[in-house]
């Protein structure tokens, strides 16, 4: 190589210098100095086809690398249910991995980054070692939008921690039927409460300062992450509660009942929406020009994108995926702009491409989804920060995170029966006794608290992750001389055979979700019922419920001496202990009808022929006790 003097070499650098000037001058939508729109048009404007569409889909990990992210331009991805890099997988590799990804994306021409989403729904619930936090069904019954507020930002962080920057929650579904497998994920039945626990929004993604505009995606930086009201609309209002069904209604109650907290949310920035497997009066939401495009994206202004369920497009004609490109046609024409492919990606994108290149689906339609996606981009601040770091690990499952997940299980517990007469109350425990018994498969089982969505997508019974199980918290608990005696399901024989002064019987619902967590009869399964008959039978006995909703509990109540209905409270079975044992009081309130039979259903408050068991808003409230 020929040598250069020192002045040409001082030239050569300042030519790149200032060429590198000039070119991130006109890339204006890399300044995050220029407005908004500005930003979003220019880039716009630089995308072909092939790159708009890119940003419409969005694929599960399972089937993403750097490569496919680089060649297809793919907008985003996803985890699904259990989705994850390795069993027990650290922050630190699921980092490395999105990271990865990330680093396909920015090799693109254009460099726009991708966005990673994850059902977050209670904590950042797919990663091991995360705080989990009581499901929504819980949440419900706190009636404290503070607190709620308070887990989404938690939640925020431990998402963060592992480099991920979207969370598919909160779910707004207004459940109105317990038979729904996803009954859980509803805070209520009542639209009331549901539109209080919007608060999770600001929580997850941060508050829109006092001079922002209000109704617009906000995303407070790399603190926050990208929030999602799901599942639009109606998802729980279908015949028998039946998951991914039809909701046979009348407007009025349509938009009284189930669009009411979609309100809220857009009034609170949430970035994205996604769109409801369920039908609406025969209709498919994900083809639901009327709903989604009229009314969500022009009635009610919402400027960020309307996103796809899993596979929710094929779902469009049954059998399902039986016209596909129909099924992009119908969902992008109704105004879906990021579809949740998640795996034939190649088959959307050819099939999108044909779409627009043969006028089917007009470029404006395209522009419409691709604005929408980049305007949340910009917002969020991606393009400024794309690539985590772990300076955010700490957060994950910090023991902070924990106390506030053991605070709102205190919180969540219903206390429906206390003492076989008023006068007679069992609740609280006293610390100090000679011997107890705790008995029943959900005492010691931190799968079992925590339900569906977690570590896996169905969840799964076993110590699947850390947290601390009901058994281990009354040991905790107890004065030191107060002899515990575990024994899942036991003989009268043997409880009578020991000299117990009262059992705690923790038993329930196993962990399921979506469809297989369906239920016409709503029964809890063996040995639940022989444990609760045995020992109930036996000694002085409380029963802590573990369930997704209300189940079939008669005929055994008058069995039982106390009832606490705990829901799924997630790895923090501490807040169980602290409330039984009188560390605080009992305070919630049912958000749910409790029904007496299942033929009864489906019956909310307010309905005419209102018989339950136990109504919504009971709960009997004991104060704390001072020292014991
Ligand atoms: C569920 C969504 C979820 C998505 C991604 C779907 O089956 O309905 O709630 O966000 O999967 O896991
Ligand atoms: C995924 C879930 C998803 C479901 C939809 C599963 O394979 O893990 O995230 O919700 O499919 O059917």
Redesign the pocket.
Known sequence: MAKLSPSTLVIMVMCCYWATIAASQSMKYKDPKQPLNVRIKDLLNRMTLEEKIGQMTQIDRSVASADVMQKYFIGSI????G?VPAKEASPEMWIDMINGFQNGSLATRLGIPMIY???A?HGNNNVYKATIFPHNVGLGVTRDPELIKKIGAATALEVRATGINYA?AP?IAVCRDPRWG?CF?SYSEDPAIVRQMTELIPGLQGDIPANGRKGVPYVGGKEKVVA?A??FVGDGGTTKGIN?NNTVISPHNLFSIHMPAYYDSVLKGVATI?I??SSVNGAKMHGDHQLVTNFLKNNVKFRGFVIS????IDRITDPPHANYTYSILRSVEAGLDMI?V?LNYTEFIDGLSYLVTNNFIPMSRIDDAVKRILRVKFVMGLFENPLADTTMVKHLGSHEHRELAREAVRKSLVLLKNGKTATEPLLPLPKKSAKILVSGTHADDIGNQCGGWTIE?HGQSGNITIGTTILSAIKNTVDPTTEVVYQENPTPEFIKSNNFSYAIVVTGEHPY??TVGDSLNLTIPEPGPTTITNVCGAVKCVVVLISGRPVVIEPYVSNMDALVAAWLPGSEGQGVADVLYGDYGFTGKLARTWFKTVDQLPMNVGDPHYDPLYPFGFGITTEAVKSS
Not at 78 to 81: D, E, I, M, T, Y
Request: proline content about 3%.
């Open positions: 996803l985890s699904g249910g989705s989403g994850i059902d729904v598919f779910c996803r994920e999602c799901k599942h991914e996604m409801s497997y369920d899993w596979q929710g949740m998640p997508w979700s979506e």
